[in-house]
């Protein structure tokens, strides 16, 4: 990792990691239109086509995936395995649950009753990677809170789910698991074909053609966001160099892209994190690939600059040392307080979601959740005596916005100002 002085060199690459929009998938995004296009004019001959070529799943595999088949994972899975799973998968629900918004009703005036009505999505699309590791944990980061939210039809995507995703299927109960990938997937998800019909959303982590894909649909088929290579930084004024450079490492194994910073005042501090962080990478290839494109150590003058450069990072993963440092945070999609708060904790079976936001997201929003699969639907009712309260004022507005229309249907109630 290279340790920069922010009033030096440090600048610039403070600058190129503020703004990571041009991320991988804006690059494939020619390719990736072409593949969403042939599969919503082609259906599931495009779709199989496809797969055969950029999966390398042979067109007489089956597209569906039985549930015989996820329960035959779920058997064949040695019982530590499952026992995890399981632990996971009760954290992630009690986590979820305690997400999901409620219904509400108001009177803000006699005779008027307004409120909220929490409606689940109708069905939701889940991707789950299975490229360079087998992610059981995203199946159960995407589809419990999904289930938790009341979507009726939960549909998972991946092109080759290792026997660890199936089992994590079964034991959730999934009915509809396709073996397909990629923006086809994306395409098949959003648009339809006659083996898999659409969705109302897709969410999920993915590689640089399925982000590109997403972003394509966004308009036909909703979408959680945009989610590029992982993202760590942890902010410390006092921390243990072992831990610290530990979660460097492992974020950093996610892919040669990740960006893993270390952000402190103290110059004794960087160089022994950029010590250990090397150490620890030496046996990890693609971790330490990752760290010697985008592993940064930035020594700051002073703790304050520290704090606001990790806001102006707005990373996806954050450590910092204290639960008192919450009162700087504002932009971080998940947050780890002190030394003893591995970050891999949180990617399996602590409960908050780890689909978060990258490339600077976490400005606007955080993680997956029961929010990402419902609705919040006002509604309102009145009674003749709620009209006369409320109505004058409604009508002066609207003969002042011009719209004698909607003045008119007041009066109609009779109602007058």
Known sequence: MRVLRTAGRGAAAIAALSDRRNAGHERVLPQARRIVDTVQKGGDAAL??????????????????????????WD?????????????????????????????????????????????????????PSGRYPLPSTLLMTAIPA???????????????????????????VKEFYRVGGAQAIAALAYGTKSIPRVDKIVGPGNAWVTAAKKLVSFDCAIDMLAGPTEIVVTSEGGDASGIAADLVAQAEHDPQAVAIFITSRAELAK??????????????IAREALTRNG?????????????????????????????????????GSVFIGRWSAQPLGDYVSGPNHTLPTSGLARVRGGLSVLDFVKLVTVQEYSKEGVQRLGPAAIRLANAEGLAGHAEAIRARGAHA
């Not at 649950?97 to 509400?104: C, E, G, M, T």
């Not at 008027?112 to 109708?122: D, F, K, M």
Request: contains cysteine.
């Open 76 to 128: 064949g899975t040695p019982e530590p395995v499952r026992q995890a799973l399981q632990l996971a998968a009760k954290n992630i629900r009690a986590f979820a649950v305690r997400q999901r918004p409620k219904d509400f009703d108001l009177q803000p005036a006699r005779g008027v009753t307004t409120g909220q009505r929490v409606i689940p999505l109708a069905s939701a699309g889940c991707y789950v």
């Open 296 to 332: 940064i150590v930035l020594v700051t003058k002073s703790a304050e600059e520290a704090q606001e450069l990790t806001n102006r990072i707005a990373p996806e993963h954050l450590t910092v040392d204290s639960a008192a440092d919450m009162a700087w945070v504002r932009n971080a």
């Open 147 to 173: 289930q938790v939210a009341g979507v009726e039809r939960i549909v998972v995507v991946s092109p080759r789910p290792a026997k660890q995703t199936l089992a994590a299927a079964s034991l959730l109960g």
């Open 272 to 285: 022994a994190v950029a010590a250990e962080t090397k150490l620890r990478a030496k046996s990890n290839k």
């Open 48 to 73: 199989l086509r496809l797969r055969a070529k950029l999966d390398g799943i042979s067109p007489q595999t089956q597209l569906r995936i039985t549930e015989d088949e996820m329960r035959a994972a």
